[in-house]
């Protein structure tokens, strides 16, 4: 499956976007998707990551209560709305597909690892101005 990234620009700081993922080549409802960020000079971060269908969602508690992870189905597509978006928010941002997982984890560590996600998309720039 092939992951297309979209929807970083440059917002303010208490503003919002919204970022979208949709897949091609399979269809991404066989795939646990998760949404992580990398900003210059540090590690990749785990952002969020939501279930098959969607009734299950896991946030970093950096982003707990400010960031929603959406998906839909139908359309291939998963999404991640910020909002009161601050400037360590900043990064470029991934979405990922775990092809290989078969049980929701109980504990959200299992899914915050980049290495348990297969497949990557190419990254979209969030730029936060304050």
């Known amino acids: 499956v092939q992951l297309q990234a979209s929807g970083g620009g440059l917002v303010q700081a208490g503003g919002f976007l919204r970022l979208s993922c949709v897949a091609s080549g399979g269809t991404l409802s066989r795939y646990v998707m998760g949404w992580f960020r990398q900003a210059p000079g540090k590690e990749r971060e785990f952002v969020g990551v939501?279930?098959?269908?969607?009734?299950?969602?896991y946030y970093s508690d950096s982003v707990q209560g400010r960031f929603a992870i959406s998906r839909d189905n139908a359309e291939n597509a998963v999404y991640l709305q910020m909002n009161s978006l601050k400037a360590e928010d900043a990064a470029v941002y991934f979405c990922a597909a775990d092809r290989d997982r078969a049980v929701w984890p109980a504990r959200r560590s299992e899914v915050m690892q980049a290495t348990e996600y297969e497949y990557w998309g190419q990254g979209t720039l969030v730029t936060v101005s304050s």
């Open positions: 939501i279930s098959w269908s969607g009734d299950t969602v």
